[in-house]
């Protein structure tokens, strides 16, 4: 409440045009050598940090808040702040996914060991954006108008000059009216959180005339007056006058908390998309291996056919076999190739416009590890994690309280109009004798001090009070925006109910299928094991002719479908984990991403 009371301090927001930087950050060409950008996951995060747009758009959103508060501060109306948050793309996935295609078996390609042609056309090349507004799309209504709590000083100065034709000689002794008037008048104006408003006013007429009528020629009158109205219901009160100070301040916590769900969104989508460029890598791996192990083959049944130990027919088996490994090794670079330009273009400002950036290629040094155990705990307690700490939760909450804020608002609108009214004024007059006329009196025979002496001695006072009243038959549009906006209260309050369940919902989808890339990279990892013996064994049996390549083929292909999969089930595991993170509200932690850091565009 102190800072409340002190905002009208706030000095007005003055922003310096500056040109945006789109320059990367140094840690870009630091970590590029010899034409590769070796790339850990924790360096990724912190490029993305340095140079993400997205993050650096929401940067610029916690300086627009700062612009609300001083507004507010002011009597203004908040303009409002956006609620969306930029998700990364999705990429090409990592090895098997609905994109790479199925390793060659028993020496032919598949039906489906193309690649898809188009990235754009299947969306993985743009990330999404998400709305995490409660409040709807229809705004809230704005209540009463709020008084102006920044002082005004006002002036005015004038001249005019008006000749008249007079009908009758005696009204002012000469057949035309010659006058000369001045004025130079000034106020200033003060409004305060009660909803009142103080004016003080100096104003100052001076005349000549032509005629012979007056005592007084030129003739100088000025008043000193004080005028204050104050709102007895409709517009009464600081809680009321001061909802907007307080919903701009609730705009600065909720744009913090967004800026931290985009840190969540990019550091996860960061991690998700390395992830698969290190699964593709390692895939890529796999492949050059069973492409190097089919180029053997070949030059073993080459020779035993040389030899006559073996029919031309294994021949054509073998080279059959090296082709479909070689097309599996083409697809899996192009991938991986694929996947690095999608996480360049997140971790970096410029993007492929910087060459050396365009030409490097990224080599992960991060491994694909999943630990031996991993302690997980109960589900309900990681459920409390997330409605406590995820900040999407947060923010929605905070526009609630604003909402029930502008509540206050539309409660007044419906009061009628009571204002009280008080004026205190002192006058003063001053003016040469007119030589053309009679002077009955020389009270105002004085110079302009004269007449400020008058005033400030309060020689001629004068003072009322009143009180203004509108009294509204019906107030049905007022009526109407209340119940409206009590519903639409209401309304956030099930969307706030919707964001919870749908925390809770993934919490347990990302644990359930954390579980399951856990089994299954357990069996993939007994399937290589086994493969790898079955195919010793095979390649044993024929080397002592008991066996033929249609087998060693078979078992090879088996063995790198294996690979690739165990490859697959650690990615999944690693990108599980992330998910669950993220889910919780934990992400951030786990990274070891300081907010403050961020901020400053500094991981």
């Known amino acids: ?138 705004a809230q209504s704005l209540g009463p108008a709020l008084p102006s709590f920044d002082p005004s000083v006002t002036g005015q100065l004038a001249f005019s000059h008006q000749t008249a034709p007079q009908t009758a000689f005696s009204n002012v002794g000469a057949n035309t009216l010659i006058s000369n008037i001045a004025n130079a008048n000034a ?105 190097r192990l089919a180029e053997k083959l070949y030059s073993d049944v080459k020779a035993q056919v040389e030899e006559g130990t073996l029919a031309p027919v294994e021949l054509t088996r073998a080279s059959a076999q090296i082709s479909s490994t070689r097309q599996d090794l083409i697809n899996a670079s192009g991938l991986r190739e694929e996947q690095e330009a999608i996480l360049k273009n997140v971790i970096t400002r410029q993007g492929h416009e910087d060459a050396a950036v365009r030409a490097a290629r990224i080599v992960p040094t991060g491994t694909l590890a999943v630990p031996e155990t991993e302690e997980v705990r109960p589900v309900q307690d990681l459920m409390a994690d997330a409605i406590s700490n995820r900040p999407d939760l947060a923010q929605a909450g905070v526009q609630i309280e604003n909402s029930r804020i502008g509540l206050v608002g539309a409660r007044n609108l419906t009061l009628p109009q009571v204002d009280i009214v008080g004026t205190v004024q002192n006058n003063g007059a001053a003016g040469a004798a007119n030589q053309y006329g009679p002077l009955n009196n020389g009270t105002f025979l004085n110079g302009y001090g004269g007449l400020l002496d008058q005033i400030f001695t309060r020689k001629y006072p004068a003072y009322g009070i009143g009180l203004n009243v509108t009294l509204p038959i019906r107030n049905r549009v007022a009526e109407a925006d209340l119940a409206r906006d009590e519903l639409q209260v209401k309304q956030s309050e099930i969307r706030l109910r919707q964001l919870q369940n749908q925390a809770r919902l993934e919490v347990q989808d990302a644990l359930i299928a954390m579980k399951r890339a856990r089994a299954a990279y357990d ?51 690693m990108k599980a984990r992330a998910a669950l993170d993220r889910a919780t509200g934990s992400i951030l932690d786990r990274h070891n991403v300081s907010f403050d850091a961020a901020v400053k565009g500094r991981p």
């Open 1 to 138: 409440m102190k800072r409340l009371a002190l905002l009208w301090l706030v000095p007005a927001v003055c922003v310096v045009a500056q040109s945006v930087d789109f320059s990367n950050s140094a840690r870009v060409g630091e970590l590029i050598r010899a034409g590769n950008m070796y790339l850990s996951l924790e360096d990724a995060i912190a490029l993305a940090l340095e140079n993400n747009l997205d993050i650096e758009l929401q940067r610029y959103a916690l300086k627009v808040t700062r612009t609300e508060l001083g507004r507010t501060a002011g009597g203004g109306v908040t303009r409002g702040v956006l609620f969306t948050v930029a998700e990364a793309p999705a990429g090409v996935g990592g090895p098997l996914s609905s994109l790479l295609t199925t390793p060659a078996v028993l020496g032919r390609a598949t039906a489906n060991s193309s690649v898809a042609a188009n990235a754009v056309a299947l969306s993985v090349l743009n990330g999404t954006t998400t709305n995490y507004s409660v409040q709807g799309t229809v």
């Open 187 to 291: 106020g200033v104006q003060q409004s305060f959180f009660t909803g009142g408003t103080a004016g003080l006013s100096f104003i100052n007429n001076r005349q000549s005339l032509n005629s012979i009528k007056t005592d007084y020629n030129p003739f100088t009158g000025s008043s000193l007056g004080f005028t204050v109205t104050q709102p007895l219901l409709r517009g009464f009160g600081p809680a009321l006058n001061r909802r907007f100070i307080r919903i701009a301040a609730n705009e600065q916590r909720i744009s913090s908390l967004i800026f931290r769900q985009q840190l969540m969104a990019t550091v996860y989508g960061v991690v998700r998309l390395y992830t698969d460029l290190a699964a593709l890598y390692e895939d890529e791996k796999v492949k050059a291996e069973t492409l």
């Open 523 to 573: 069996a993939a990892v007994q399937s290589r094991l086994l493969e790898e013996q079955s195919l010793e064994a095979e390649r044993a049996k024929f080397e002592a002719g008991a066996s033929t390549s249609f087998f060693v083929i078979q078992y090879a292909s088996l063995l790198a479908q294996a690979r690739s999969t165990e490859v697959v089930a650690r990615s999944s595991y």
